[in-house]
Structure formats: structure tokens, C-alpha cells
């Protein structure tokens, strides 16, 4: 495989390198992978429209590069966590309809405001966004977010009307749009869960309120990734769909491949040294393990300060199309895979050889899944806590010819469940 190589790279700088070298490590993102997903997303979510949510930095993927990619395929809006990642993408000139759901008292309304920047509001921000929106003499764009059940942010069922009631008050006075109203599923990758089925009940009780209180939404939305593709009766007016856009699967029981999406990163190095080493070798910190006979150790230089997990020895690493277990623990820069018994020469050959953390898993090699199963915890947190001392680089900028409507929407409904 090769990389493009880019001038000045610094820690955490995103650039298309040329083809004439190799990064020493890099994290490799195909952004007609996100294409592709999206486009599925579009046809299974027909008629809603798709929210492409590109927060913590699109998980890990590189905000502006997969907010264009997203949109590019027919995503209508993208969302944020933060008004910050928002502002930011207003400064790379992006301008399509873009939402930011989660505040403190320091977040900058005001900025917000003056953006174009939708806001969500659970209840204590609506009085600081008015004002914001007086600041700048130009009505705020609010979504109203009802707690259906998660227990985080959002109005409680019992203090919606009063919600509503400030915010209809607000609108009269020309102060804010309340653009629309929306809630988050909790267990909708347990498709088996009856409390979806609650969540949605509450969600719907709380539009009819809406309008009986004159609310006139754009779109109303509750579906994430796993509604999207198991709950056509979340679909509303939008979906939000996150990790879906990055190709890995919310299901435990299904594969990315199963669900027709493609994971757009891989994560891949060079072996910095092979040796030799005798029957016996502890290896890393601890010396947890120790080799069973003569064998060749590969150090790979990725750690937990690159967003390896550090718990999770045992995670796969590809090599010459052979996947190996790293072994002892993983350290800040580095961690070591055994590779059997070698010659000096062949150990000699492999020292640069490319290793593959995780990718899209199409030649048997590791998956963002896999680490995650190494680690005990999920592909999302794999794929976003990969650090900015991981350069990230782009592959298939320029989008390739779409598929057809018809192609796209059959493999789309294929996927879903």
C-alpha cells in the first residue's frame, strides 16, 4: 500500500500526501468509504433527510474532510456536540445547516447566533441565546430536546409545556425560530429492548404538545445510527446518523459488512525492529509474558499515547497478511507482536514492513471491532480516541461517479435490519 507523503507535517496535521513515500505511521481515511455510507443511509432514511454528526472531530476522522464527503452524498445537515466544532466549520467555509445540542454557561451563543448556527436547548439555555440573539439583532435557530428516557440533557416530560410555552413566546417576539424538536435513543442498538418502543411513545406525546402549543417544526428527530437502520418509525422528518458515517456497525450481532457499510479508517505503521530472542524473553513492562521457544519479536511503534487502549494485549496486528496478537503490555510509544521462529534474514526483511492496526477488514486483516473486543470496550471509542500524534492522510478526495438511485437504495434496504 501506498500513502502520499505531505511537506511539514506536524503532530496532528491532516494533508493528502504524494505517492512517493510512506508516513511512519498515519491514520488513512477513505473518504469515498464515507460516501458510500451515506449514500446508503440517504435511501434507507427516504424520505427524512440524513444528519451527518461529524463531533470529536468526526470521530477521529477529520471534521471538514468528512463534513464535505458527507455532503457531497446527500447528507442535508451535519451535527456537533459542541458550538466550538461548529464555528469551526463555519470557518472552513462550510455553510450547510448545522446543529450544535450540548452547552455550558461559557459557550459562546453569541457566536453561534451571528453563524447561522442552530442550537439545541434542553431548558436553561433558551434565556442566553435570546439574548445572544438581541446581542446580535438576528432571531436565534433553536431545537427544542425533550428528555424521552436517557436521563441526560433535555426537558423532562413534566416541564415540556412550560418549555414550549417561553420558547412560543420568544418566537412571537421575533427573538428565535424554533426550527425543530428532538430526543435521543438509549438502547437502540439492543434492537430486543422494549424501552425504544417507550422512548418513541414519549417522543410522540411530546410533538402533539408541540403543536397543540402552535409549534410549526422543519424536522423533528430522534434516530441514530441503530434506529436508522432497525426503526423506520424513528425516522420523522431527520436522522442523525454518527457512526454509521465511519462504516463500523452499532450491533453486536452484525458486521459492518452485513449492514452494506464500509469503515473508512485504517489505522498502520512500520515494524521499527525484529530480533532475535531465546526461549524465555519476558517482554514490555511487567514481563507478563514470556516467549514459549526462540522466536522474533516486531516492535510497533504505536502506544496509548497514539490511542492504543492500553488493556488491550491481545489486539491484532497485520503483517505480511498475517495477523499477530500483540504481547506483554502496551506501552506510551510502543508495543511488540511475537512472530514465531525466523531467520536472521527473514526477521532482517520485515523491519519496515508495514503493520496494519485495524482497517476495513476485507483481506482478513484487523477490524476497529476486534481492537474493541481486545479492550473491552466499543468500536466507537476505538476509531475517535486515536490521537493527534497519528497524522491523518485522505484517499479518494475527488468523488468517484455515484452509483444509480435504484442500486444504491436496493443495496441500502439489503443492509438494514
Not at 511512519?24 to 440517504?42: C, G, K, M, P, W
Not at 458486521?255 to 525484529?274: D, F, K, Q
Amino acid at each position: 500500500m501506498t500513502y502520499e507523503a505531505a511537506a511539514d507535517i506536524g503532530i496532528g496535521e491532516r494533508a493528502s500526501i504524494a505517492k512517493s513515500a510512506v508516513l511512519e505511521r498515519s491514520a488513512v481515511i477513505d473518504l469515498e468509504a464515507v460516501r458510500h455510507n451515506v449514500r446508503q443511509f440517504v435511501a434507507i432514511a427516504s424520505p427524512a433527510a440524513v444528519m451527518a454528526v461529524v463531533k470529536a472531530d468526526a470521530y477521529g476522522h477529520g471534521a471538514v474532510q468528512v463534513a464535505r464527503a458527507a455532503l457531497d452524498a446527500g447528507a442535508a445537515w451535519l451535527g456537533v456536540a459542541h458550538i466550538s466544532e461548529a464555528l469551526a466549520l463555519r470557518a472552513a467555509g462550510i455553510d450547510a445547516p448545522l446543529l450544535a445540542w450540548l452547552h455550558t454557561h461559557e459557550s459562546n451563543f453569541q457566536a453561534a447566533v451571528a453563524a447561522g448556527i442552530d442550537v439545541g436547548i434542553s431548558g436553561w439555555e433558551l434565556d442566553a441565546v435570546v439574548a445572544a440573539a438581541r446581542e446580535q439583532e438576528r432571531p436565534a435557530r433553536v431545537h427544542l430536546k425533550v428528555d424521552t428516557g436517557l436521563g441526560r440533557n433535555g426537558c423532562t416530560i413534566a416541564d415540556w409545556d412550560q418549555l414550549l410555552g417561553q420558547a412560543m413566546d420568544y418566537q412571537d417576539q421575533g427573538l428565535l425560530r424554533v426550527v425543530g424538536i428532538f430526543s435521543h435513543l438509549a438502547v437502540a442498538d439492543e434492537p430486543h429492548r422494549p424501552e425504544t418502543d417507550e422512548q418513541l411513545a414519549v417522543f410522540r406525546e411530546a410533538i402533539a404538545m408541540a403543536e397543540d402549543a402552535g409549534v410549526d417544526t422543519e424536522v423533528r428527530h430522534i434516530a441514530n445510527t441503530p434506529a436508522t437502520l432497525s426503526r423506520p418509525d424513528s425516522h420523522f422528518d431527520l436522522v442523525r446518523v454518527g457512526l454509521g458515517v465511519y462504516g463500523l456497525s452499532p450491533f453486536e450481532g452484525a458486521t459492518s459488512a452485513e449492514l452494506g457499510l464500509h469503515p473508512a479508517m485504517t489505522v498502520r505503521t512500520l515494524l521499527s525492529n525484529c530480533k532475535k530472542v531465546p526461549e524465555g524473553q519476558g517482554v514490555s513492562y511487567g514481563l507478563n509474558y514470556r516467549t514459549s521457544e526462540e522466536s522474533t519479536l516486531g516492535l510497533v511503534p504505536l502506544g496509548y499515547a497514539d490511542g492504543v487502549p492500553r488493556i488491550g494485549t491481545g489486539g491484532p496486528v497485520r503483517v505480511n497478511g498475517v495477523n499477530y496478537p500483540v504481547v506483554g503490555r502496551i506501552a506510551m510509544d510502543q508495543m511488540v507482536i511475537d512472530l514465531g521462529p525466523l531467520t536472521p534474514e527473514a526477521a532482517a526483511e520485515l523491519r519496515g514492513a508495514e503493520a496494519v492496526m485495524f482497517g476495513d477488514g476485507s483481506d482478513h486483516g484487523p477490524t476497529a471491532d476486534d481492537w474493541a473486543a481486545a479492550a473491552g470496550t466499543n468500536n466507537y471509542e476505538i476509531v475517535t480516541r486515536i490521537s493527534q500524534r497519528v497524522p491523518r492522510s485522505y484517499v479518494n478526495e475527488v468523488p468517484a461517479q455515484p452509483a444509480s438511485p435504484a442500486g444504491v437504495a436496493a443495496e441500502a434496504k439489503a443492509g438494514a435490519l
